[in-house]
């Protein structure tokens, strides 16, 4: 594993992959477009449902179209597999659309990153499950998901 700067690069170990896939969560959790894209290479290639995006530029349009539309997002991220530049997660997020609908979405991505731990590939398939308020399990203030809140294992996710 390579560490340059905070930045986990392959080839990636189950500590180093588990830490990646956090960081992953949490910075998506800021709901700020431009801070994602920085994890992803300039020409990284997105299936995200059957939406591709392709760059940079794509991906931060794409997630202010995706965070206008899905309020109040919460988001948990898990570590299913890795190898050596590749890391598969499984993940859930919680939101609401204007109407006030709650929605779980659950899916699942293959990464692949560049020698820099810059993703480039990012494929994501994903199902929606409209739930009640009361259903909700993603219990904290926007931003990062606190330590002491459970995984989605714990969830029984």
């Known amino acids: ?30 709901r700020d477009p431009e801070r994602v894209s920085l994890a992803y290479t300039v020409d ?3 299936r995200n449902r059957s939406v591709f995006v392709n760059g940079r530029e794509e991906i931060v349009r794409f997630l202010r179209d995706k965070w206008e539309r899905e309020l109040d997002y919460r988001l948990i991220k898990e570590l299913w597999t890795f190898g050596s530049n590749r890391i ?6 919680e939101c609401h659309d ?3 609908q709650w929605w779980r979405s659950y899916g699942n991505e293959n990464w692949e990153f560049d020698e820099h731990g810059l993703m480039r590939q990012r494929h994501a398939s994903i199902n929606d499950l409209a739930i009640g308020e009361t259903d909700r399990l993603f219990h ?3 931003g990062r998901r606190p330590d002491e809140h459970p995984g989605l294992s714990e969830l029984g996710l």
């Open 98 to 100: 204007a109407a006030g």
């Open 88 to 93: 598969a997660v499984r993940f859930a997020y």
């Open 140 to 142: 904290w203030p926007s």
């Open 1 to 30: 594993m390579t560490m340059t700067q905070g930045v986990i690069a392959p080839p990636f170990t189950r500590e180093s992959a588990i830490r990646k896939v956090r960081m992953a969560e949490d910075a998506w959790n800021t």
């Open 44 to 46: 990284s290639r997105w």
